[in-house]
């Protein structure tokens, strides 16, 4: 285009030569018909040294063949390339190029202009725009009107969305507030960059618990806000697992604090009972049949009785009850007691067994399942006053390292799962807290003892199994129990036939620390016919031994004394007399006692309270000569 001829071409040269960007003039063979002092500080020349180039010199993606091309049509526009300068380095550059004529002479007249610093800032741009789009955790960029300028790849996929779709959004969209937008973001700039938690709302209206750091940043003269956040989500539920489980293991610590206080109540309660028992029996041997005052001793004796059963529940909770396990078929013993367990419930409940196919055998007493499910039974039973349906069911289970990871006693293995569900009143979760605690119970005075579930737990603790209970009010309650999977075959060995008690003979050594259950034995035993020395201590049954010339056949002894236990007791008198017979008793019993088992069927223990014919057939058992080894045949 014709430069104006009203303008002065020195006057317009001598802008030209004042302008900050270099400024080529380039005529049709492609020479530097003029450049400005800017072009030659920029490129590295002297402005005749760089008159004396041609264009394709400078511009790495221009050619003469190529220049010759752009000649021949109108120049005009902007485009990207790059220069080389007088040191061999290439600089990236913008050119604005125009057609002008300038003192009658068409050339072309190109603004050059170093974009170095700008393409530094596209490529950090563009590389910090990878980091985001790939960070893991999801970035929103917000603008003042709460707008979103950017999100990243996480961002989408944390609340669910396409990008597009995303950025129409604004940020109240996502994270509600009763706050208004304009008052959060006023704070937010004022405490510039600060850390708290969240709820933000994904696309299907899930609500996702984050946290969330806000930075305040200017950007191109506007204030935004850079929001880094950071979902909740696991860390939630794992907090939440956490609380959980220590709320089991404080209620199973608490458990196991009442069991130990039961148990020793339970023992010395059966101290006490051994002596009520023991004296009705004999006083009642001292009346002749017929006697009015044998009804008084016998309701003595069935008081008594019936409070023995008590201690037994409380040893079962305490895990201290002297057991007989050994291999049973759940289905089979469910399917014995089922008609038992009818008569308990009435015909205005219907009960109903399914059972597990092919179910593996478990170790446990036949007695204690009987007892769970008695207990169990009674308790869905209160539960459905009007009426309705217990289900008991059994299945085989295996728990891997995950499915144990929420469940405070399991371990990894096979399991059989026994299951009691009820369609009953249900329980809240206040009453789920304490049903297995000793004496608790919802029902009214005199209605129940409150010992049932304990019991229920005692035996499956004392079984290495575990209890779940799942129950909401009206919704009725499920028993899960989890019965660990019989290992190795036991062999049982059947027990010898009870006769009548006979009278005994021979010296029995009788070691009690409680004066008024050793005098009550030591009653028993001379009423029995034994020769009876007595003693208050392990100490005392020692000195007796070391003085007295006459042979002892037997040791009775208390498994815990305050001075020596009786095991550690016989061991001792053992090693003198290798052939004594040692009986043991105890209200207390653990099932582990100084490396020795003491279980339900043990020849060589008996559980207080006891009878005269029941210590008397002990005895008889305890002192029967030992089988003679088999001669050897040559």
């Given at each position: 285009?014709?430069?104006?001829s009203?303008?002065?071409?020195?006057?317009?040269?001598?802008?030209?030569?004042?302008?900050?960007?270099?400024?080529?003039?380039?005529?049709?063979e492609?020479?530097?018909?003029?450049?400005?002092e800017?072009?030659?500080?920029?490129?590295?020349y002297?402005?005749?040294?760089?008159t004396?180039?041609?264009?394709?010199?400078?511009d790495?993606?221009?050619?003469?063949?190529?220049?010759a091309?752009?000649?021949r049509?109108k120049?005009?526009?902007?485009?990207?390339?790059?220069?080389?300068?007088?040191?061999?380095?290439?600089?990236?550059?913008?050119?604005?190029?125009?057609?002008?004529?300038?003192?009658g002479?068409?050339?072309c007249?190109?603004?050059?202009?170093?974009i170095?610093?700008?393409?530094?800032v596209?490529?950090a741009?563009?590389?910090?725009?990878?980091?985001?789009?790939?960070?893991?955790?999801?970035?929103?960029?917000?603008?003042s009107?709460?707008s979103?300028?950017?999100?990243?790849?996480?961002a989408?996929?944390?609340?669910?969305?396409?990008?597009?779709?995303?950025?129409?959004?604004?940020?109240?969209d996502?994270?509600?507030?009763?706050?208004?937008?304009?008052?959060?973001?006023r704070?937010?700039?004022?405490?510039?960059?600060v850390r708290?938690?969240r709820?933000?709302?994904?696309?299907?209206g899930?609500e996702?618990?984050?946290e969330?750091?806000v930075?305040?940043?200017?950007?191109?003269?506007?204030?935004?806000?850079?929001?880094?956040?950071?979902?909740?989500?696991?860390?939630?539920?794992?907090?939440?697992?956490?609380?959980?489980?220590?709320?089991?293991?404080?209620?199973?610590?608490?458990l196991e604090?009442?069991?130990?206080?039961?148990?020793?109540?339970?023992?010395?309660?059966?101290n006490?009972?051994?002596?009520?028992?023991?004296?009705?029996?004999?006083?009642?041997?001292?009346?002749?049949?017929?006697?009015?005052?044998l009804?008084?001793?016998?309701?003595?004796?069935?008081?008594?009785?019936?409070?023995?059963?008590?201690?037994?529940?409380?040893?079962?909770?305490?895990?201290?009850q002297?057991?007989?396990?050994?291999?049973?078929?759940?289905?089979?013993?469910?399917t014995?007691?089922?008609?038992?367990?009818?008569?308990?419930?009435?015909?205005?409940?219907?009960?109903?067994?399914?059972?597990?196919?092919?179910?593996?055998?478990?170790?446990?007493?036949?007695?204690?399942?009987?007892?769970?499910?008695?207990?169990?039974?009674?308790?869905?039973?209160?539960?459905?006053p009007?009426?309705?349906?217990?289900?008991?069911s059994t299945?085989?289970?295996?728990?891997?390292?995950?499915d144990?990871r929420?469940?405070?006693?399991?371990q990894?293995?096979?399991?059989?799962?026994?299951?009691?569900?009820?369609?009953?009143?249900?329980?809240?979760?206040?009453?789920?807290?304490?049903?297995?605690?000793p004496?608790?119970?919802?029902?009214?005075?005199?209605?129940g003892?409150?010992?049932?579930?304990?019991?229920v737990?005692?035996?499956?603790?004392?079984?290495?199994?575990?209890?779940?209970?799942?129950?909401?009010?009206?919704?009725g309650?499920?028993f899960?129990?989890?019965?660990?999977?019989?290992?190795l075959?036991?062999?049982?060995?059947?027990?010898?036939?009870?006769?009548?008690?006979?009278?005994?003979?021979?010296?029995?050594?009788?070691v009690?620390?409680?004066?008024?259950?050793?005098?009550?034995?030591?009653?028993?035993?001379?009423?029995?016919?034994?020769t009876?020395?007595?003693?208050?201590s392990?100490?005392?049954?020692l000195?007796?031994?070391?003085?007295r010339?006459?042979?002892?056949?037997?040791?009775?002894?208390?498994?815990?004394?305050?001075?020596?236990?009786?095991?550690?007791?016989a061991?001792?008198?053992?090693?003198?007399q290798?052939?004594?017979?040692?009986?043991?008793?105890?209200?207390?019993?653990?099932?582990?006692?100084?490396?020795?088992?003491?279980?339900?069927?043990?020849?060589?223990?008996?559980?207080?309270?006891?009878?005269?014919?029941?210590?008397?057939r002990?005895l008889?058992?305890?002192?029967?000569p030992?089988?003679?080894?088999?001669?050897?045949?040559?």
């Open positions: 285009m014709p430069f104006p009203s303008v002065d071409v020195p006057i317009f040269q001598a802008a030209i030569d004042t302008a900050r960007e270099a400024v080529l003039w380039v005529d049709g492609g020479r530097l018909a003029y450049v400005n800017r072009a030659c500080s920029w490129l590295g002297g402005r005749e040294e760089l004396r180039k041609r264009i394709w010199d400078l790495v993606g221009t050619t003469p063949e190529r220049w091309a752009v000649w049509t120049i005009g526009g902007l485009t990207e390339t790059a220069y080389v300068r007088k040191d061999g380095s290439v600089v990236p550059v913008e050119v604005s190029a125009k057609d002008l004529e300038v003192g002479k068409r050339l007249v190109a603004f050059v202009r170093d170095s610093e700008r393409r530094a596209t490529e741009l563009r590389r910090t725009q990878a980091a985001v789009d790939k960070a893991r955790d999801p970035i929103f960029w917000v603008k009107d709460g979103l300028a950017y999100v990243n790849d996480a989408c996929e944390l609340l669910e969305y396409p990008r597009e779709e995303l950025l129409r959004l604004r940020m109240q996502i994270s509600p507030s009763p706050i208004s937008w304009a008052e959060r973001w704070r937010r700039s004022q405490e510039g960059a708290f938690e709820t933000h709302r994904a696309k299907g899930r996702i618990p984050v969330v750091s930075s305040v940043i200017e950007f191109e003269g506007e204030e935004c806000h850079w929001v880094y956040t950071r979902d909740l989500t696991e860390q939630k539920r794992a907090q939440a697992d956490k609380a959980r489980l220590e709320a089991e293991l404080l209620h199973a610590q608490k604090s009442v069991g130990r206080l039961a148990g020793g109540v339970a023992h010395d309660f059966n006490m009972l051994t002596v009520i028992l023991g004296y009705a029996e004999l006083l009642a041997a001292s009346f002749p049949e017929g006697d009015p005052m009804e008084s001793l016998a309701e003595i004796k069935k008081a008594a009785c019936r409070s023995r059963d008590t201690t037994r529940q409380l040893l079962a909770f305490s895990r201290k002297l057991i007989a396990p050994r291999a049973v078929d759940l289905n089979a013993l469910v014995e007691a089922k008609n038992a367990l009818s008569r308990l419930i009435g015909e205005h409940i219907a009960l109903v067994f399914l059972p597990g196919d092919a179910l593996w055998r478990v170790v446990f007493d036949p007695a204690q399942v009987e007892q769970t499910l008695v207990n169990l039974i009674v308790n869905a039973r209160d539960a459905l009007s009426g309705g349906r217990i289900t008991i299945s085989n289970l295996h728990l891997d390292a995950e144990c929420d469940r405070l006693d399991a990894p293995g096979d399991y059989v799962l026994l299951a009691v569900s009820d369609n009953g009143v249900g329980m809240d979760e206040q009453t789920l807290a304490h049903i297995f605690e004496f608790f119970s919802t029902k009214e005075v005199g209605k003892t409150g010992l049932g579930l304990a019991t737990y005692g035996v499956i603790k004392q079984n290495n199994g575990f209890i779940e209970v799942t129950s909401g009010k009206g919704h309650s499920t899960r129990l989890y019965i660990p999977r019989m290992q075959p036991i062999v049982d060995e059947p027990l010898p036939a009870e006769g009548a008690a006979a009278r005994g003979r021979g010296t029995i050594l009788l009690e620390d409680n004066e008024m259950v050793r005098d009550l034995t030591r009653s028993m035993l001379q009423g029995l016919g034994y009876v020395l007595s003693a208050d392990a100490h005392a049954a000195g007796l031994c070391e003085s010339e006459h042979k002892v056949h037997m040791l009775l002894a208390d498994v815990v004394m305050p001075d020596m236990r009786g095991p550690e007791l061991e001792r008198l053992r090693s003198v290798p052939d004594l017979r040692v009986l043991f008793m105890s209200g207390y019993a653990s099932s582990q006692v100084a490396g020795a088992d003491l279980t339900a069927d043990s020849t060589d223990f008996i559980q207080k309270p006891f009878t005269m014919t029941e210590l008397a002990s008889e058992r305890v002192l029967q030992a089988p003679r080894p088999p001669a050897n045949r040559t």
